[in-house]
């Protein structure tokens, strides 16, 4: 089993910065990627940004550029950093350990709140 808890979500105004975190714990050894997904109310829910075990990333067209996704190995956590907000990246984030076949762990979400 994998536990994930994000933190870090707020609210901000446009232009801002936030930096989100999700701590993994239990059988992290397991973990393949970990990624930050969100979810703005009435639309599905869509990757934002992944990274590999081996620290290889992946971003979606819309936040290229403006967030980066890291990990801290040591701490178990991976972070994401949000540059240039806007209302739009308003969302519910989530974090997600990709185990393979052994399943999806996912974390229970940070509100992300971007004024205009």
């Known amino acids: 089993q994998v536990q994930v808890v994000e933190s870090g979500g707020g609210l901000v105004q446009a232009g801002g910065s936030l930096r989100l975190s999700c701590a993994a714990s239990?059988?992290?050894?397991?973990?393949?990627?970990m990624g930050w997904y969100r979810q703005a109310p009435g639309k599905q829910r869509e990757l934002v940004a992944i990274?590999?075990?081996?620290?290889?990333?992946n971003y979606a067209d819309s936040v290229k550029g403006r967030f980066t996704i890291s990990r801290d190995n040591a701490l178990n956590t991976v972070y994401l950093q949000m540059n240039s907000l806007k209302p739009e990246d308003t969302a519910v984030y989530y974090c997600?350990?990709?185990?393979?076949?052994?399943?999806?762990?996912w974390g229970q979400g940070t509100q992300v709140t971007v004024s205009s």
């Open positions: 239990g059988s992290i050894f397991s973990i393949k990627t």
């Open positions: 990274i590999t075990s081996g620290g290889s990333t």
């Open positions: 997600k350990a990709d185990r393979g076949f052994l399943g999806d762990s």
